[in-house]
């Protein structure tokens, strides 16, 4: 049964289009070359557009599945996304997937929008999204967004499928109940069977089944020869994760909450290096799928066996990004395939 | 119209390159513009010419590199100069992109 589940598993790649666009999308076509199934790009304000980038990227691409990994709906109305999404179906028919959660608070915060009742919100965005995209004229009142009589003036096509972005229970157990996909944020496989438990109970509420959901692990992720280099470029972004994880996550780890609260504090000052020399190997066994292409492959079958159908690798992905990916495609993914 | 003649004579540059050493240059070309620092200096339509030919699998071609060549020294400079000239001991190359450089500066 593991050995069937490991056949059929996809990969994902995850970019945050910080850089030059034509650096990210040199990656998501190498990505495509090396035999990844899924581009994912992040949707924050301070970073290139989302939506701009998958376009480049639908062009520079032939068959890698792309959307949002993850948008919201605080800074971008329904309409809005189901517009963008439905305008990126027709540059890449039938590879666009779409990507929602509630978002990051620290972002939200900055843009001054506050984060009102985000299960709802969520769940309200999935309905006027699939109205909107099967070419509906929507009039909508929920408890977060009311819809007055929305309707494109072209013909949408096709049925997008739609990824949840989940972390707590109760949105786990509604991605399953409603999403066609769900990408939840970790690591370790004790978070990724929690979650795939609270999957379980949502899907099994509506009568499907898990293997009707694509569940993805959305990991923090750096690969290497060497496991020193693998670490080193995996440390900052765990010390974020330490920073923005609550107390119960860190404590299922057996990660001190003292040493985690004075990660928060030196970031919030600033003060990069104190905050990185504060992460623990323990911390980063919990926060990232870190170290050399055999060990990588050896977490990635523990995912697996926790009830995983997409492995996402995320930032910073190596040391090298140019060179991670092309390790990923001679042997990590290689390793899964029949 | 600066730039179509600068275009040409990274053709004729081009053409001095051994076919055995084209992946490798390639390949440092390619290491060397995604690391840089530089990023606001690649011109879009050099851009686009470097993925188009990506995509299609043509940047050990001659408008790959010519393309790969041209963002590589307005980036890169020196590292362009380093990987020519002493990582893959392209002489005549090297001589020819300078010859290049100092024509576009007149």
């Known amino acids: 049964m593991i050995m ?62 792309l959307g949002p990994g993850v948008t919201n709906p605080y800074l971008v109305n329904p309409v809005i996304t189901a517009q963008a999404v439905a305008s990126l179906n027709e540059a890449a028919p ?27 919100a969520v769940q309200e965005c999935i309905d006027i999204f699939r109205k909107m995209t099967s070419g509906e004229s929507v009039v909508f009142q929920g408890e977060v967004f009311r819809i007055a009589g929305a309707k494109f003036f072209f013909k949408p096509k096709g049925k997008i499928p739609i990824y949840v972005g989940a972390q707590g ?46 569940v993805a692990a959305y ?29 119960v996550v860190l404590e ?37 799928v870190c170290g050399t292409p055999d060990m990588c492959i050896e977490r990635i079958t523990q995912l697996l066996k926790s009830g995983i159908s997409q492995f996402v690798v995320g930032s910073p992905i190596g040391p090298n ?17 029949p | 119209m600066l730039r179509d003649v600068i275009d040409v004579a990274y053709h004729k540059v081009v053409k001095t390159i051994p076919l055995e050493k084209r992946e490798e240059l390639s390949d440092k070309m390619i290491d060397a513009l995604l690391v840089s620092k530089n990023e606001d200096k690649m011109p879009v339509g050099l ?25 590589a020294v307005l980036l890169e400079p020196e590292r362009t100069m380093e990987i020519l000239g002493v990582e893959l001991q392209l002489t005549n190359t090297t001589k020819k992109v300078k010859e290049v450089l100092m024509k576009a500066e007149k």
């Open chain 1, 219 to 247: 990991t923090s992720f750096s690969v290497h020869e060497n496991l020193k280099k693998a670490t080193k470029a995996a440390v900052p972004v765990v010390s974020f994760i330490v920073a923005g994880s609550p107390s």
């Open chain 1, 321 to 337: 990004v140019r060179e991670a990916i092309n390790l990923i495609g001679e042997k990590i993914i290689p390793h899964f395939k």
């Open chain 1, 94 to 120: 039938g590879r666009v997937v779409l990507g929602v959660g509630a978002g990051d608070k620290t972002t939200l915060d900055c843009a001054g929008v506050e984060m009102q009742s985000p299960l709802t």
């Open chain 2, 47 to 71: 851009a686009n010419t470097i993925l188009y030919s990506w995509q299609r699998g043509l940047l050990v071609g001659d408008v790959g590199l010519v393309a790969l060549l041209e963002a």
């Open chain 1, 169 to 214: 229970p109760k949105m786990l157990a509604m991605a399953g109940r409603i999403g066609d996909g769900v990408l939840i944020n970790a690591c370790h496989p004790k978070d990724i069977s929690y979650a795939v438990d609270c999957v379980k109970k949502g899907v099994s509420e509506v009568g499907k089944k898990l293997t009707d959901v694509d």
């Open chain 1, 252 to 288: 299922r780890h057996g990660i001190d909450l003292k040493a985690a609260e004075e990660i928060r504090e030196a970031l919030k000052s600033s003060q990069w290096g104190k905050a990185f020399g504060l992460v623990s190997p323990e911390m980063i066994e919990a926060f990232s």
């Open chain 1, 4 to 65: 069937v589940l490991i056949r059929m598993v996809r990969f994902g790649i995850e970019f945050v289009p910080r850089e030059a666009y034509w650096k990210t999308i040199y990656y998501a076509v190498q990505a495509e070359k090396r035999g990844f199934n899924y581009l994912w790009i992040t949707d924050h304000f301070n970073n290139r557009n989302v939506y701009v980038t998958l376009t480049v990227a639908a062009i520079y691409t032939d068959k890698i599945m």
